[in-house]
């Protein structure tokens, strides 16, 4: 199973949007709609933000949001604060009934 | 609140096996609920998922490290554990276990992302 691409960077103003994309094949994001996101901060465990594509856990904030469209998924960040200065990254549910991660997306926030 | 600790050596010895248990506190690892896992990370590089287990002891592995992966399950100490061998340096690495909620898919439940994680252990191969 090969790794979903994701673009290496993305940057952002306080305030702004950003989307960070997500691309796979038909045999996992295209295939299901099964994707989650991660944020990580330096050197912290992963934390879950989006799952099922556009599901957000209790807790999350309402200004992460999740889509897709055909094997692209994408993440999107509204009203960009500081602390989502982060890496990203995205995995999807899979046709081997396992789960792959993206490269990740280093999110700067300017 | 659910916690899960990652515990082992931080140091394997190239060809040698590597060992890690999570333990599991604040909940139990025999819910019918959830499977557990192991996830790594590279130094600089991105999160890579090695395998995942059931209280049953039903496994999935990723295909590219099947060969030299063993998740095994101890549910009278609510932990789960992982064996790696014939590691390199390319295995050194934050290893991270992780709860995986099921998901109705049809007829049936996956198991494909995790919601609560472990601060992480660092393992490092060299000799």
């Known amino acids: 199973q090969s790794a979903l691409t994701q673009p290496a960077s993305v940057s952002g103003s306080p305030g702004q949007s950003i989307t960070i994309s997500c691309t796979g094949t038909s045999s996992d994001v295209g295939g299901y709609n099964y994707v989650s996101w991660y944020q990580q901060h330096p050197g912290k465990a992963p934390k879950l933000m989006i799952y099922?594509?556009?599901n957000r856990p209790s807790g999350v904030s309402n200004r992460f949001s999740g889509s897709k469209s055909g094997n692209t998924a994408s993440l999107t960040i509204s009203g960009l604060q500081a602390e989502d200065e982060a890496d990203y990254y995205c995995?999807?549910?899979?046709?081997?009934?396992?789960?792959?991660f993206g490269g990740g997306t280093k999110l700067t926030v300017l | 609140q659910l916690q899960l600790q990652e515990s082992g050596p931080g140091l394997v010895k190239p060809s040698e096996t590597l060992s890690l248990t999570c333990t599991v506190s604040?909940?139990?690892?025999?819910?019918?609920?959830?499977?557990w896992g192991w996830i790594r990370q590279p130094p600089g590089k991105g999160l890579e998922w090695i395998g995942s287990?059931?209280?049953?002891?039903?496994?999935y592995y990723n295909p590219s490290l099947k060969s030299r992966v063993t998740i095994s399950v101890d549910t009278s100490k609510n932990q789960f554990s992982l064996k790696l061998s014939s590691v390199t340096a390319a295995d050194t690495a934050v290893y991270y276990c992780a709860r995986l909620p099921g998901t109705i898919f049809g007829v049936v439940i996956i198991y494909y992302y995790m919601d609560v994680w472990g601060k992480g252990t660092t393992v490092t191969v060299s000799s």
């Open positions: 099922d594509v556009s």
């Open positions: 604040g909940g139990s690892i025999s819910s019918s609920s959830y499977y």
């Open positions: 287990i059931y209280y049953s002891g039903s496994t």
């Open positions: 995995s999807s549910y899979t046709s081997s009934s396992t789960p792959v």
